[in-house]
């Protein structure tokens, strides 16, 4: 208990109190505070446990840089975010947060004895861990290591909030609204462009904050940019990644600060904003100090303590002792001994000090010792004093003291100019790494780009010990709980590259991306190799700056906006008639109509009878279509497919197969010829947009001669398939101006007339071996003619049938589906439909291809029939083949099962797959492997009912 | 997300309204039938891969649906021009 509110001073308002708690005991702070500043003000100094020791873990920062204080934030069911960092947690009423990784409690952690075992949880712990017996890895270290780490728990409900999104144009985008933010946004504003001003803060002003002498000026400056039409200011918002041609991403918090009863409308809201300059004025942010106990709460980052003075009017310590290796810790040390904070001492590793820095504490009754160094800081749950030592060799000295404040430098924020592929120069004077050159229309201001005052100083990785390395707890890495010491192993075990270095050690990996600690692990690394910095690189920053919500960067895209569902004009009649649906692509379409208690089996068995001996409709709407029109149209398909279309005939149809120019199928389906210039393609459901693109593509670029238009009619036409012995009774009544006689309607025609008084292209087609007919009308008729179709259909016992029995019915006629019995490895022969090749032509897509050695080469996998020695046995699509079932595993799989069904019609199953050599193993018995056992199946041809095709004829 | 410009529609739009279409100046042979199975493999699967200029297709999809012609920097994703089908290769 050491840290206190001060008397006064801050930017809180301390009439208005706020309660809130913390591990479910009341606290309270007043409004303005953060979760940490308010904690701190009542004298709490653990707020964690560290990720991989359970060590006891306090503040080290006043920002989003903070490492250790994560905390979970519950604001009722669904609403529960964890790993917040507590000093970017604003209070409200009613705030509840939790602290993370403690078992059971913060105070009394079981699994700190871990801590005593660290000699167990070495630098590669998981990679060489990972390497030890497989059954010891699962049953033992797997769980031990899930129980341990990880950072929080995730949600385990569904998010009820909704995220907004927006996009956003502007000529200058300044994220940052620190001094130099605040100051490019007015600069920008007054050349009359649009400017917009982001800052990840409650409020604007980033480092003028915490230094009273400058909010006088804030408050002018806020006021002006508010007066400006042409400036938007947003707070709380953070700019989470810079990505091409300055889009900027942020994501607004809207609701996290208010009490749950007053959040209203969205959480957060994505900012997606194209800017034409990007200045980045992000600041920089202060290095920890790495020596012995340098992560025992109490010890912080200078620059905090005097946030939280300064700001936020807490003092962190009654007693504090500063290391400085920098000029800003002798500043800070004053600006907090001004603010009424007791600084017992100051500790310098340089022995040449600034005359006015010395003076002050000297003014300021501060006890100064240059030269030396801090070699270790004592105690369990609080610091209660440290060690310094002249130059950091020998015994030193003890010092009492209730805080450490650390004071090693800055670091610059270059993670969205790095973001952009800007890239750094080191800088020696900041030990840091600086904005170079970026061919982005982007620059960086302030401390971000290396113009700032913090004074001078050193950069140092590690502060002098007498201790060896191998034996200190100094931490690099707070948050992964990376020491010196794992990074000296790292290279002592090879690792030279500080993209390795960081990957083993696990060093800046974790969710604050290293920002306390890249710095200092890149230093440590340089010294242990003995090379500069420089040589050794550095890793890379990628978004997010901060953890990001999931839920803002979906925004509006879940549930039913998550991808557009398609649906056809007959959707809802099914959806009245108890259709089960199934996603095909993008499209809803019927799987099966279930009558009273059936099952898919049972309905699938009952619509598969019902097409065989009466009849059947079937909603075909989804089918891809394309309108080929133009005087070159025959010439541009003839070279599209693989079949001849010059010699069709007006009024015919053909089936088309289209390959890539690899030679393996990817499409295929029914077109007609409805005039020598005019044809009605169709493709498969899901290939349409697919096929399309690939015709555009050979028609513009490489045969940009040919004289054709192509457009999509797929959502122009509602088709109707009516299957069945029966078809042509059911849509005699309902066609006009067509004679559907079968000699002057036969099998693969077209007619155009009229049904139900629309317009239609009336096709005779069959992909279940029935006598068959497809109803083209537009889609605005598609529901009309479908119920004029259905009544009529109900004299003559017919059925609607969905998907799942359009499947059955032509997989007992062997015809392919492709995506299915196909896998783009494919070819026509491959396949059993080498009598779609055009043997003539002198070229098409693919036919190249189809002369290729490997592709007429013997052992090919051929499509081929199953019919498994248990009739009863259906197997599984997908289910590996093997020739030898006693074979030793790994056996040698020669194919796998393409479609399965129970055909209700042969009273058997039936099965399709693509076997090596499969069209010379007729008659073998191959065997399919299955966790319950192996099934035996003897190949056959693919073509399992009414092999002559009579049925085609009613 | 980049932005691309269209030489056709002559704006530039964002990178959803585009597809990708490869690289770019691989003309299709007028007589494949004449090709041996080494350039036959060029045509289809060789491809340059640069590290920087790289000349690649793109199509504006979601736009006048016109396939066109741009360098493209592969390390810095910028676009030095675009240009229409059938110009020569820049
Ligand atoms: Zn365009």
Redesign the pocket.
């Known amino acids: 208990m050491s840290g206190f509110r001060l008397a006064d001073g801050g930017r809180i308002d301390r009439r208005t109190k706020r309660t809130f708690t913390f591990d479910g005991k009341a606290r309270w702070g007043y409004a303005g505070d953060s979760l940490a500043s308010a904690l701190l003000a009542q004298g709490q100094m653990l707020f964690g446990r560290s990720f991989k020791y359970h060590r006891p873990r306090g503040i080290l920062g006043a920002g989003v840089e903070e490492p250790n204080a994560l905390v979970t934030v519950d604001r009722g069911p669904g609403r529960v975010t964890p790993n917040l960092r507590a000093p970017s947690v604003p209070i409200y009423d009613g705030l509840h947060a939790t602290s993370q990784n403690r078992f059971p409690t913060l105070k009394t952690d079981l699994i700190a004895v871990n801590n005593v075992f660290s000699a167990f949880f070495p630098a590669g712990f998981y990679n060489k861990t990972f390497m030890w017996p497989r059954a010891a890895w699962e049953k033992v270290y797997e769980p031990i290591i899930r129980r341990l780490a990880g950072l929080g728990d995730s949600p385990t409900t569904r998010d009820p909030d909704h995220y907004d999104a927006t996009y956003a144009h502007c000529e200058t985008l300044v994220v940052g609204a620190g001094p130099a933010g605040i100051a490019a946004a007015l600069e920008a504003a007054a050349s009359g462009g649009r400017v917009f001003l982001i800052d990840e803060q409650e409020e604007i002003g980033g480092g003028a904050l915490s230094d009273p002498a400058q909010w006088a000026w804030l408050a002018e400056a806020s006021a002006k940019l508010a007066a400006l039409d042409n400036v938007t200011v947003l707070a709380r918002t953070t700019a989470i990644g810079h990505y091409h041609q300055n889009f900027v991403v942020a994501a607004e918090r809207l609701t996290d600060h208010l009490a749950v009863d007053e959040a209203e409308g969205p959480r957060e809201k994505l900012w997606r904003i194209r800017a034409g300059e990007v200045v980045l004025a992000m600041g920089a942010i202060e290095r920890p100090l790495v020596f012995e106990g340098n992560d025992v709460p109490g010890v912080m980052l200078a620059s905090a303590a005097k946030t939280f003075a300064l700001r936020y009017g807490v003092a962190v310590g009654r007693k504090l002792i500063v290391m400085a290796v920098h000029d800003s810790g002798w500043r800070d040390a004053l600006a907090l001994h001004k603010a009424g904070v007791n600084i017992a001492a100051i500790v310098d590793i340089r022995r040449d000090v600034a005359a006015d820095l010395i003076e002050g504490a000297r003014d300021a009754r501060i006890a100064c010792y240059q030269g030396y160094a801090v070699t270790s800081a004592s105690g369990g749950q609080a610091v209660n004093g440290v060690t310094i030592a002249l130059a950091g060799v020998g015994k030193g000295q003890k010092l009492d003291c209730d805080g450490v404040l650390m004071a090693g430098g800055w670091t610059p924020t270059v993670h969205l100019w790095s973001h952009a592929k800007g890239t750094l120069r080191w800088d020696e004077a900041w030990g840091a790494f600086l904005p170079d050159k970026t061919h982005e229309n982007l620059r960086c201001v302030g401390a971000c780009g290396g113009d700032w005052d913090f004074g001078k100083g050193l950069s140092i990785g590690l502060l002098p010990a007498p201790k060896p390395l191998h034996e200190s707890k100094a931490f690099v890495d707070f948050q992964n709980d990376v020491k010196a010491r794992d990074i000296g192993l790292a290279v002592q075990e090879g690792f030279r590259s500080i993209e390795h270095i960081k990957r083993y050690t696990t060093n800046g990996m974790a969710t604050d991306q290293g920002k306390t600690s890249n710095l200092n692990g890149l230093q440590i690394a340089s010294g242990v190799l003995h090379r500069p910095v420089t040589e050794i690189g550095l890793t890379t920053f990628r978004p997010p700056y901060t953890p990001q919500s999931f839920g803002a960067i979906l925004g509006h895209h879940k549930e039913a906006l998550f991808q557009p569902l398609r649906k056809t004009v007959i959707d809802d009649w099914a959806a009245d008639h108890g259709a089960v649906y199934e996603n095909v692509a993008q499209w809803r379409r019927a799987r099966y109509f279930p009558q009273g208690s059936e099952d898919m089996d049972a309905a699938v068995a009952r619509e598969c009878r019902a097409v065989r001996s009466a009849v059947g409709v079937f909603d075909a709407s989804t089918l891809g279509k394309i309108e080929v029109v133009g005087p070159d149209a025959a010439e541009f398909l003839n070279r599209m497919y693989t079949n001849p279309w010059k010699s069709l005939e007006p009024g015919r149809c053909r089936y088309g197969l289209l390959l890539g120019e690899h030679g393996f199928i990817i499409d295929d389906g029914v077109s007609a010829r409805l005039a020598p210039d005019r044809f009605h393609l169709t493709t498969t459901t899901g290939g349409a947009a697919r096929v399309l693109n690939m015709m555009e593509d050979y028609l513009q670029t490489e045969w940009s001669d040919l004289d054709v238009w192509l457009t999509s009619t797929t959502e122009q036409w509602a088709v109707i398939a009516v299957q069945g012995p029966k078809a042509r009774r059911v849509i005699a009544p309902l066609v006009e101006g067509i004679d559907l006689s079968p000699e002057a309607f036969p099998h693969m025609a077209v007619r155009e007339g009229q049904i139900c008084g629309v317009e239609t292209r009336l096709f005779r087609v069959s992909f279940t071996g029935e006598l068959g007919f497809e109803v083209n009308v537009p889609a605005q008729h598609g529901r009309l003619v479908w119920e004029a179709i259905w009544a009529e259909g109900q004299k003559h016992g017919a059925v609607a049938y969905g998907t799942e029995t359009m499947h059955v019915l032509r997989a007992e006629k062997g015809f392919i589906i492709v995506g299915q019995d196909t896998d783009g490895t494919v070819t026509p022969d491959d396949a059993g439909l080498g009598w779609a090749v055009g043997k003539k032509k002198p070229d098409f897509v693919g036919k190249r291809s189809l002369a290729r050695p490997d592709i007429v080469a013997p052992g090919r996998k051929q499509l081929v029939g199953l019919l498994t020695d248990d009739p009863q046995a259906v197997l599984e699509e997908g289910a590996q083949i093997v020739a030898d079932p006693n074979q030793p595993v790994p056996m040698t799989m020669i194919g796998h099962v393409t479609s399965s069904y129970h055909s209700a019609t042969l009273g058997r199953s039936i099965a399709m797959a693509l076997v090596a050599g499969g069209r010379d193993r007729m008659g073998d018995t191959l065997h399919i492997p299955m966790p319950n056992g192996t099934i035996s199946a003897k190949v056959v041809a693919p073509m399992f009912y009414d092999a002559e095709g009579s049925r085609l004829n009613g | 997300m980049l932005l691309i410009h269209?030489p056709?529609?002559d704006e530039a739009r964002p990178e959803v309204e585009f597809a990708y279409g490869g690289e770019a100046h691989i003309a299709r042979p007028v007589d494949p039938s004449t090709y041996s199975d080494e350039q036959w493999e060029e045509f289809l699967y060789i491809r340059s891969n640069p590290r920087g200029r790289h000349h690649e297709r793109w199509r504006?999809t979601h736009?006048?649906g016109?396939f066109f012609n741009a360098v493209r920097d592969t390390v810095s994703d910028v676009f030095e021009t675009t240009y229409k089908a059938g110009e020569a290769r820049k």
């Open positions: 269209c056709y529609c504006h736009g006048c016109r």
